[in-house]
């Protein structure tokens, strides 16, 4: 999800899409381009992705990431990007792409889910204040575009199980936000913060054991309900990840991790 300025908004391509309004779009195997769009992407996978690749192929974050990921630093921003590795071929298609369609449906991206709507987080000049914007941009060779169903942003969520993915997505962008400055100092981000924030979003495995294998939770105090519930729920752990990024890298305070 890119951060957007507002005075970028008018040169953004693709067609901005309000609360109530629809798009026409339905995408099926019987279509001319089926699976086209899993091929040559850049597709950037956000740490509730990773979360949920790994856990659906059943493998461990440090396999998963080995594996199936590049990490990439953009510029403009001091925390690295995850970009899913496409496969060695000629069209470069999707590791996760068979003839029959996509083999990680249950647990596609939420890139995948969302296409060929595209969200971005528009920062507004109030500081902390921020909305999300949606642009209906399905690429030339997209068919879904001409069939007769009509779609609010919201509807399309639903139908595509994404509501869950987005909200994650958000909490993640307003995170990543923080990154267009640098906090790293002279380690850089190989230093002990920089791969601490790295492990809290994108290795869920290798964090839970850090939470509950450490000294972590004898030297802050959390409470036991949250405790329960990060032990319960990868999910939760995640977007207890998220705080401790704020909390550790940025010192913003938190009422969920105290000293
Ligand atoms: S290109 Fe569009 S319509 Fe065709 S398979 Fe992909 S999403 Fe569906
Ligand atoms: S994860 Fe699935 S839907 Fe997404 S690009 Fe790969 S094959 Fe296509």
Redesign the pocket.
């Known amino acids: 999800m890119k951060s957007i300025k507002p005075e970028a908004m008018s040169r953004l391509p693709g067609i901005p899409l309000k609360n109530n309004d629809t798009f026409n779009f339905r995408?099926h195997r019987d279509?001319s381009?089926?699976?086209?769009?899993c091929r040559n992407l850049n597709l950037f996978l956000y740490p509730y992705d990773v979360l949920r690749l790994k856990k659906g192929l059943n493998l461990d974050s440090d396999r998963f990431l080995e594996s199936h990921v590049d990490v990439v630093l953009r510029k403009d921003n001091y925390f690295p990007d995850v970009l899913l590795r496409m496969a060695d071929n000629e069209s470069m298609t999707c590791p996760f792409l068979s003839d029959a369609g996509c083999t990680v449906y249950p647990d596609r991206p939420d890139t995948c889910r969302t296409?060929?709507v595209e969200h971005g987080m528009l920062f507004k000049d109030r500081p902390g204040a921020s909305e999300i914007v949606s642009f209906f941009r399905?690429p030339d060779?997209?068919?879904?575009r001409h069939e007769n169903q009509a779609l609010t942003v919201a509807q399309w969520a639903q139908d595509q199980e994404a509501v869950t993915y987005n909200q994650m997505t958000a909490r993640w962008a307003a995170i990543k936000a923080l990154f267009q400055k640098d906090p790293w100092g002279p380690d850089g981000l190989n230093g002990t913060k920089g791969k601490m924030a790295f492990m809290a979003a994108y290795n869920i495995d290798r964090f839970r054991d850090f939470v509950f294998q450490s000294s972590f939770l004898k030297r802050y105090r959390v409470k036991k309900a949250l405790v329960k519930k990060l032990r319960a729920s990868d999910r939760e752990l995640l977007l207890f990840g998220f705080e401790w990024i704020r909390y550790f890298v940025w010192n913003i305070p938190s009422k969920n991790i105290r000293s």
């Open positions: 995408c279509l381009c089926f699976n086209q769009c296409f060929p399905p060779f997209c068919q879904g």
